[in-house]
């Protein structure tokens, strides 16, 4: 009698993730997981954008995503300021362009015209297609040790990996045009968590578990009075039990 395979885990794709951060081989990483190299190797190639596995996605499969387009613009900024690549600064013009028609047209109440955005998804495929031709036609980056034998794919240069990244997530790169309650950035919930990564740079942590718990609420409550427009302290001081009543949402 055959024994059912048993499915990959959360905690198995995020340590496919780490250990290829940390250089493990398929064949290391599927030995320590106790799985076959080509379950492994079938992973990561369903859900690698080309550059890298994402265990998020792999496992939030079905849920629609979008990409920090602030990460993107900071990117493409180190390509042109230090690379001089050109389609670089192609991207990063066009980017601010997208997102400053999706900010006009949430302004007036409106979605951003299907016309314009068919217009900005062309010249997003014509800078990813030049783009790619640059990279095919710069020389291969030399191997660290030439004797060495080479295994898995050839080693490819930092904007080489971007452009593959804008051209297989292209939906999730330019979703905050087509749905307005997507953001241009993630910039807000990465405010929302940078208060408590602050307090365990600087305080080394909390005394005790009621503390944190503690600190996180209030930075909540702070937080969502923020996003709702209302006044922070009476926010605080009011009663809680009726905040939820004037909640808004989107």
Not at 187 to 216: C, H, P, W, Y
């Amino acid at each position: 009698m055959s024994t059912p395979r048993r499915r990959l885990t959360a905690i198995d794709r995020t340590m496919i993730e780490v250990r290829l951060c940390d250089g493990w081989s398929v064949r290391a990483i599927a030995t320590a997981l106790g799985r076959s190299p080509g379950t492994i190797s079938k992973e990561i190639q369903r859900h690698s954008d080309g550059a890298r596995y994402h265990a998020q996605a792999a496992e939030l499969r079905g849920v629609l995503h979008a990409l920090c387009n602030a990460h993107h613009l900071r990117e493409l900024a180190a390509l042109v300021e230090i690379e001089r690549e050109d389609w670089a600064r192609r991207m990063q013009t066009l980017l601010r362009r997208a997102c400053h028609a999706a900010n006009l047209a949430r302004h007036a109440g409106k979605p951003v015209p299907p016309a314009l955005i068919a217009l900005i998804e062309r010249c997003y495929d014509r800078i990813v297609a030049d783009g790619k031709a640059f990279h095919e036609a710069q020389p291969a980056l030399a191997a660290a040790d030439p004797h060495a034998r080479r295994r898995g794919r050839a080693a490819r240069r930092i904007g080489h990996n971007l452009l593959l990244r804008l051209d297989t997530r292209k939906m999730d790169v330019l979703r905050f045009l087509s749905d307005a309650r997507v953001p241009f950035t993630n910039n807000l919930a990465e405010r929302d968590g940078r208060m408590m990564k602050l307090r365990q740079k600087i305080s080394g942590g909390f005394r005790g578990v009621t503390g944190a718990q503690d600190f996180a609420i209030i930075r909540s409550v702070i937080s969502t009075a923020k996003k709702q427009q209302w006044d922070v302290l009476q926010t605080i001081i009011g009663c809680s039990s009726t905040l939820p009543n004037h909640l808004q949402t989107a």
